[in-house]
């Protein structure tokens, strides 16, 4: 495992501590001993200290886990690509598009499992909304709103949160995940409008707010929400409602729950594991165990993450013009 920072104590560490799993990391790579000894104490077992990246390949490791900041990203997954080890990379892949084809095109070389952690992909909730889009439980889905909340305005620093770090804002770091949920239920986005804000984080950290649309070729259209200086009320952390011809369905991460409202009936719950954060990770840490096993490519593979991050470049440059943005323009950049 590369890297063993705050994401790590808080949904990492959980997964890895489960009894009833074979999951486990054989060493920590990270040059702070301080750092290792904290995941080490968390840890129900024991892992090795790794100080240097170099001594991996030859080492016996058959995959890396990398959760490095994400603009080292990028760099480690090649090294590990190059040392002929299987990858798990925590979102984003890479901090763009280029980044993201030159690793795609390597693990397809090297012929290693690439897969990238949307954990939000490996909830049960997500899973279940997923088969109901396919069922056609709600008929024709006219319309989808998502909501994401988060209060970051008393940090006593910013400094993780720069835009040198992370790659972007609000939309990069934390919607994203919604681009990636809609991408996979509703298939190829044709146009995008987006419009970002600095409320309340210093300018270094991107947008700590924005307001996008997206529609799809399959006739959804999508608005998305998303904030890092918002109150986070009861129900509202994170929020996904489907409008469609025989009614709607909301589903609420901070509650666990789903609820279906059909054909102006009353309210009913519909059935899902009531899981949170950490235990996505363990569901997309077990998927990529097997992927590795048995060679098959994860379903958030590489073209998965760069089919959602032209989606945010495209959003990205609609707010700065100040207009749509067909994703025609953002496939033929790259196509060159």
């Known amino acids: 495992m590369l890297g063993a920072g705050s994401f790590f104590h808080y949904?990492?560490?959980?997964?890895?501590?489960?009894?009833?799993?074979?999951?486990a990391v054989a060493g920590i790579l990270t040059r702070d001993a301080a750092q290792f000894q904290?995941?080490?104490?968390?840890?129900?077992?024991?892992?090795?200290?790794?100080?240097?990246s170099a001594a991996l390949g030859g080492s016996g490791i058959r995959a890396a886990l990398v959760l490095l900041p994400n603009h080292r990203h990028f760099q480690a997954v090649q090294q590990a690509l190059a040392d002929g080890l299987d990858v798990f990379?925590?979102?984003?892949?890479?901090?763009?598009?280029?980044?993201m084809l030159a690793l795609q095109s390597l693990a397809q070389k090297s012929g290693r499992v690439l897969m990238v952690d949307?954990?939000?992909?490996?909830?049960?909730?997500?899973?279940?909304?997923q088969q109901i889009i396919t069922e056609q439980r709600l008929g024709?889905?006219?319309?989808v709103h998502a909501y994401h909340n988060q209060d970051l305005r008393r940090?006593?620093?910013?400094?993780?949160?720069?835009?040198?770090?992370t790659g972007g804002g609000v939309l990069h770091n934390a919607g994203v995940h919604f681009i990636n949920l809609f991408s996979h239920w509703f298939g190829a986005v044709t146009r995008v409008q987006a419009g970002f804000e600095n409320r309340a984080l210093p300018a270094e950290c991107g947008e700590d707010t924005a307001h996008c649309q997206l529609w799809f070729r399959s006739g959804v259209t999508a608005t998305l929400e998303a904030s890092l200086a918002n109150a986070v009320a009861a129900t509202t952390y994170e929020r996904v409602e489907f409008t469609g011809e025989r009614g709607v369905i909301t589903s609420d991460l901070k509650r666990g729950d789903i609820l279906g409202r059909f054909n102006a009936q009353a309210p009913v719950k519909i059935p899902c594991r009531a899981e949170i954060i950490s235990d996505s990770v363990f569901n997309a840490l077990e998927h990529f165990a097997h992927c590795v096993q048995t060679r098959q490519n994860p379903e958030t593979d590489a073209l998965d993450a760069i089919r959602t991050?032209?989606?945010?470049?495209a959003l990205t440059l609609s707010s700065r013009r100040?207009?749509?943005v067909n994703l025609e323009e953002i496939e033929s950049h790259y196509a060159r």
């Open 11 to 23: 949904a990492y560490l959980p997964a890895l501590n489960r009894k009833a799993s074979s999951l």
């Open 38 to 52: 904290a995941a080490q104490r968390g840890l129900r077992y024991v892992a090795r200290r790794v100080t240097d």
């Open 89 to 99: 990379c925590e979102k984003p892949l890479a901090v763009n598009v280029a980044e």
């Open 118 to 129: 949307f954990n939000q992909r490996y909830l049960d909730r997500n899973r279940v909304l």
């Open 140 to 143: 024709k889905i006219t319309s």
């Open 155 to 165: 940090l006593p620093s910013f400094a993780a949160l720069h835009r040198d770090r």
């Open 309 to 313: 991050m032209k989606i945010v470049e």
């Open 322 to 324: 100040g207009t749509g």
